[in-house]
């Protein structure tokens, strides 16, 4: 596969791994790479834990980023992670959530959703329909603009941003402004060659991309077309009526053409989109190369694209 010349260094120095082969064990080194990194502490933001809470559904656990000393009400995002369904928790979002903070001045709201195996699907995608409605439900509580209220995922957290704009205007949801998905899973079926051509063991691979599914549909991978469009966003037929939409797709990712795909279609269904192309660019380069000039300009880019979506009409 090709690889930018900023990230060759980057790759050549990344061992060969299998972030599935033992989730118990991935997740204890991610939480042993969290514990070594300096505390994150910035006086421009107010952080608090809490707790989405809507009558009949099990709570969720969240984290709010807020500009301190703001007064609202405020833009807000709600974010996901990424991990594969499986890895992941507010820990290893949380630079990336006080980085939208502070660069955007919105309230940011992080969802500790529920991973898989143990928890597969329909519980990430519960977890993020109740935060949702908890937080347009608690806006004034919470001081943030109805009007203003935008989705923002990485990987498969990005599915379930865009799971979350389909089952809104499905079910006549809460009002969702703006859709960002970053590097986005979207489709169990191998869609287009991405998946084949990438298959470097040291990244993400195509390997990867179909164990993930496997991992977060389980059972309901026998009939995944029986699914709501929300549970598999690249099998919804119908993207009209959506929010705007961000996609950033990367060229060396398996999931390079699903994330092209999807963009494509929002278009086609007259959906406003702006498309952001990282050729040479693996999965989750912006944190193993977040050193690079690629990956400052990448971030830099979905965070002009998201603070220009987040202000007043």
């Known amino acids: 596969m090709y690889v930018h010349p ?34 994150y502490g910035d006086p421009r933001l107010a952080i608090e834990d809490a707790v989405a809470r809507v009558p009949g559904e099990a709570d969720v656990p969240v984290r709010l980023y807020r500009p301190a000393g703001a007064e609202g009400p405020l833009p807000a995002v709600l974010f996901f992670h990424g991990g594969g369904f499986a890895l992941g928790d507010l820990d290893s979002g949380d630079r990336t959530c006080a980085r939208i903070c502070t660069d955007t001045g ?5 969802v500790d959703y529920r991973l898989a195996p143990e ?14 409605r908890w937080a347009a439900a608690a806006h004034a509580e919470l ?70 599914w496997r991992i977060y549909l389980a ?11 929300y549970a598999v966003p690249g099998r919804a037929g119908d993207l009209s009526g959506l929010p705007p939409a961000y996609v950033q ?3 060396s990712d398996p999931l390079r053409d699903e994330g092209l795909a999807y963009a494509r279609r929002l278009a086609e269904h007259g959906v406003g989109l702006e498309l952001r192309f ?3 660019a693996f999965h989750l380069f912006e944190d193993f190369g977040a050193a690079t000039p690629l990956a400052r300009e990448t971030v830099a880019h979905w965070l002009r694209a998201l603070r220009e979506a987040l202000r007043p009409a």
């Open 6 to 39: 900023q990230l060759q260094p980057v790759l050549d120095a990344l061992p060969a791994r299998d972030m599935f082969a033992d989730i118990p064990a991935t997740r204890a080194g991610l939480h042993r790479a969290m514990s070594t990194r300096e505390p």
């Open 106 to 110: 919105a309230l940011v709201i992080a």
């Open 119 to 132: 928890h597969p699907y329909p519980a990430a995608p519960t977890d993020a329909w109740t935060a949702l």
């Open 143 to 212: 001081g943030l603009d109805p009007a203003r209220l935008a989705v923002c995922g990485h990987s498969a957290g990005a599915c379930l941003a865009a799971g979350l704009t389909l089952r809104a205007r499905a079910e006549d949801g809460p009002a969702i402004s703006f859709q960002q998905l970053l590097l986005p899973v979207l489709d169990d079926r191998d869609t287009g060659t991405s998946r084949e051509e990438v298959d470097d063991p040291r990244v993400i691979n195509g390997a990867s991309a179909r164990t993930l």
């Open 219 to 229: 059972d309901a991978a026998a009939d995944p077309g029986a699914l709501p469009e």
């Open 249 to 251: 797709v990367a060229g």
């Open 278 to 280: 990282v050729p040479g």
